[in-house]
């Protein structure tokens, strides 16, 4: 896992140059190189490799997930959307460089990410590539991590189109579990695998990202400042729609447990060391 | 002309859906259908045209060209940004939908403008549409137009990395004739060209961007609130860096002549009406 992160943090270094104009592409790479677990990477990459495919064809694709995944949280943090002043311990990229470089630094990194899987994705076919490409735009856009997004943010304003239920799942899948799929389905189409093997990877990542959710809910509700670095309890004070509100907080424990459960058997065959390491630090802080 | 904006805008009504959540279709289309000139993917289709290819082939990439225009105005009329609450003489996607919601359209407009050419241009091989996409993340991110808009927004702001000539053609090139070198490169790709004629109408287009620039530049020197339907003057009241301040009115009359000559020179062998039409206006207004 450590050797992924380091693989991955080296490659989004060298990937993202610094040009004129600089101030674009510093905004860009700041927020991008604020250390961070590299989970959505890691798991395109870990897929791939399970899958009998060279980790190094994959790699561009690896590093454009986390460079949607990074775009999203600049965005999200602007004092029109979610208003944080820190991003992983460190000012919030329009803290640093303005809003409108934050903007536009977000809105480089969407189109850097699939012009990075194109130029550098030496070792995959043309039709891999618009594979890889079409996911990318699909999850990552309307359709899903964006779709989330807007449920997310209209639920906060109290304006529900669907129930209470849906409008959760709905969000917790476009924007929690999306980028997980994205990210194991370009590992299983590099690796050139059929669709009934992209799609049960596809279910263990829709799984393993409401588990994922529900365990940030939980974490918020459970957790001292201290134990998470940031502040918790926001969830509650601002009625915000989570699992733990909805369903309480034994539901929802129960619920991720049982979600986990299913990831591990779904992964199982694979022997993956990294699949369940991931899973066993997730599953070990709930229990304890 | 009349022909092709008919075809246009059909075609951005037919493939621009409104679906749950609908806040952020609604957002995208609202700009995206406002009534404009749609003048880069009218040179995106004619190039494809007069090369010898059918225009429905490159119908989505035409259009797709046009959304990632209109993701960049409704960015740029953020309050962050030029905060401007009209376009096209309706309100501004922000003051209709929300900061966040603009945001997010712009964002969602980008990643669905790729997914787009790949959906729709059944009759495009995948090496062209790769091909397509990379121009397309190229010319419309950090390497282009979004570069351009950085450059203005920091030139407004007196701080100049450049000499103010450099810095000047800096923003024209990448702010206005990147999208218009965009629209008639995927013209040329989307028909088979190679690349001694892609380059041509690359020039082209690089003329005819800059020729544009300077013929707004002109314009809001010289004409009225009436005759515009916008607020004019604003270029000389903010001391911005347009070619008539810089340079003057008359040497940006004689540059623009000058460019509006190479254009009708490099294009007249094809005897296109359209693009024709498209210089004759330009020159007209120019010259009453």
């Given at each position: 896992?450590?050797?992924?992160i380091k693989i991955i943090n080296e490659s989004l270094d060298?990937?993202?140059?610094?040009?004129?104009?600089?101030?674009?592409?510093?905004?860009?790479?700041?927020?991008?190189m604020?250390p961070g677990?590299r989970?959505?990477?890691?798991?395109?990459?870990?897929?791939?490799?399970?899958?009998?495919?060279?980790?190094?064809?994959?790699?561009?694709?690896?590093?454009?997930?986390e460079?949607?995944?990074?775009?999203?949280?600049?965005?999200?943090?602007?004092?029109?959307?979610?208003?944080?002043?820190?991003?992983?311990?460190?000012?919030?990229?329009?803290?640093?460089?303005?809003?409108?470089?934050?903007?536009?630094?977000?809105?480089?990194?969407?189109?850097?990410?699939?012009?990075?899987?194109?130029?550098?994705?030496?070792?995959?076919?043309?039709?891999?590539?618009?594979?890889?490409?079409?996911?990318?735009?699909?999850?990552?856009?309307?359709?899903?991590?964006?779709?989330?997004?807007?449920?997310?943010?209209?639920?906060?304003?109290?304006?529900?189109?669907?129930?209470?239920?849906?409008?959760?799942?709905?969000?917790?899948?476009?924007?929690?579990?999306?980028?997980?799929?994205?990210?194991?389905?370009?590992?299983?189409?590099?690796?050139?695998?059929?669709?009934?093997?992209?799609?049960?990877?596809?279910?263990?990542?829709?799984?393993?990202?409401?588990?994922?959710?529900?365990?940030?809910?939980?974490?918020?509700?459970?957790?001292?400042?201290?134990?998470?670095?940031?502040?918790?309890?926001?969830?509650?004070?601002?009625?915000?729609?989570?699992?733990?509100?909805?369903?309480?907080?034994?539901?929802?424990?129960?619920?991720?447990?049982?979600?986990?459960?299913?990831?591990?058997?779904?992964?199982?065959?694979?022997?993956?060391?990294?699949?369940?390491?991931?899973?066993?630090?997730?599953?070990?802080?709930?229990?304890?």
């Open positions: 896992m450590k050797n992924l060298e990937y993202m140059p610094i040009i004129y104009p600089e101030e674009i592409f510093k905004a860009m790479k700041y927020t991008l604020l677990k989970l959505r990477p890691v798991m395109c990459l870990e897929t791939a490799r399970i899958l009998g495919c060279d980790i190094k064809k994959v790699l561009p694709s690896a590093c454009a997930i460079m949607l995944h990074v775009q999203s949280l600049i965005h999200d943090d602007l004092p029109c959307m979610d208003n944080d002043d820190f991003r992983r311990g460190k000012p919030s990229n329009h803290k640093v460089f303005g809003e409108a470089n934050a903007i536009l630094a977000g809105d480089a990194l969407l189109t850097f990410a699939p012009q990075l899987i194109i130029e550098k994705s030496t070792d995959l076919s043309a039709t891999q590539i618009v594979r890889i490409i079409h996911e990318f735009t699909k999850f990552g856009g309307a359709y899903g991590l964006i779709a989330g997004q807007v449920v997310d943010i209209e639920s906060e304003g109290g304006k529900l189109v669907k129930s209470p239920e849906e409008t959760l799942d709905f969000i917790h899948l476009n924007k929690t579990a999306v980028l997980f799929r994205l990210a194991v389905r370009i590992g299983a189409i590099a690796a050139g695998a059929d669709d009934s093997v992209t799609n049960e990877f596809d279910v263990f990542a829709k799984k393993f990202g409401l588990a994922f959710q529900i365990y940030d809910d939980i974490m918020d509700e459970i957790s001292s400042f201290e134990e998470l670095g940031k502040t918790t309890g926001k969830d509650k004070a601002s009625g915000k729609l989570t699992y733990v509100s909805l369903y309480g907080l034994e539901s929802a424990k129960k619920k991720f447990n049982y979600l986990i459960n299913d990831c591990y058997d779904i992964i199982d065959k694979y022997n993956s060391e990294i699949f369940n390491e991931i899973l066993d630090k997730l599953k070990t802080r709930i229990e304890s």
